[in-house]
């Protein structure tokens, strides 16, 4: 004895369709249907409504054009004649509806033909999306991501001000005594491996301390925090000016001959001499005195160097200040 198979029960078509409703109503889906011909609505659930504003009665047996500016109006029918020229592929497309009310919203809008018996479009259907939580999302990101950057870019400058707290001197925004050690090793391992030359500058303020006892300390610290300012100015960004101690301060030039760092710190000494510093009403005036040398012109060695910046420095100065002083040259005998 066989057994045939029960014949499947088909659920009603009105039942099928009141399921279907159903469900894009707590999807959160519109829906609208259109006559493909006149473009006029028949079908609009709540969903619907809401996201173009408008209710069921005011749609219904209506056109985009009666209810929709004419600029609206002419989109949502550009988009119905693309799905019906496509027959039966889908077309998707976002909208910034312009509703009645003046408010406007965007929204995502799936839109597929639906064919009669002889196979002519009847209905043109589309399934609506309110984007306002997706668009509320990407903003909220964007501002994340946006306010993150700022605070890495914080960040960042605050690692750079504390570098710079313990590489600087306050007073003058120079380099300090161990940048300045660690750029000539730099410097010189640098030059001695590509065979180039670089030169060391080594400053001091004429009659410092005598200024001090005549004008006051706060005259003497203006007129070092001039000089600060100056070095910065006239040096490159791969050079290093330096505050080495009270009234001692150096410059290396990277790359630089003796001949160039003589006319470079020339034109230095003139604008120190020539520099007015205001204070209280009274005009400072200050001078400086400079001893360059260079490698390997002058000194063969790091030491040599500084020896050597050093002497030529105090020659400057025995010659009674404001004066630029070169090192002398080494010859090596054969």
Known sequence: MSLSPAPSAQPPADSLAAALLGLLELSGAGLTVKD????????????AERILGLTADTLLGRTDADVFGSSQAMALRAADQ????????????EHRLERPDGSRLDCHAVRSVVLDATGAPRWVVALWTDLSNERKRETQLQAALMQLEQQQQANHHLRREMQDHHVRDEATGLYQRMHFEEQLRRESDLSAREHREFALVTISIDGLDSFAEQRGQAARDRVIEALGRLLRANTRAMDSPCRLGTDRFSILLSGVGLATAHARMEGLRRQCAEHIVALSGQQLNFTV????????HTAGTVEQLLRSSELALAQARERGGNRVVLASIQFEMN
């Open 289 to 296: 005195s400079m001893g360059v040398a260079s490698y390997p």
């Open 36 to 47: 493909a011909t006149s473009g006029r609505y028949e079908q609009v659930n709540a969903v």
């Open 82 to 93: 693309q799905t019906l020229a496509q027959r039966g592929e889908p077309s998707r497309a």
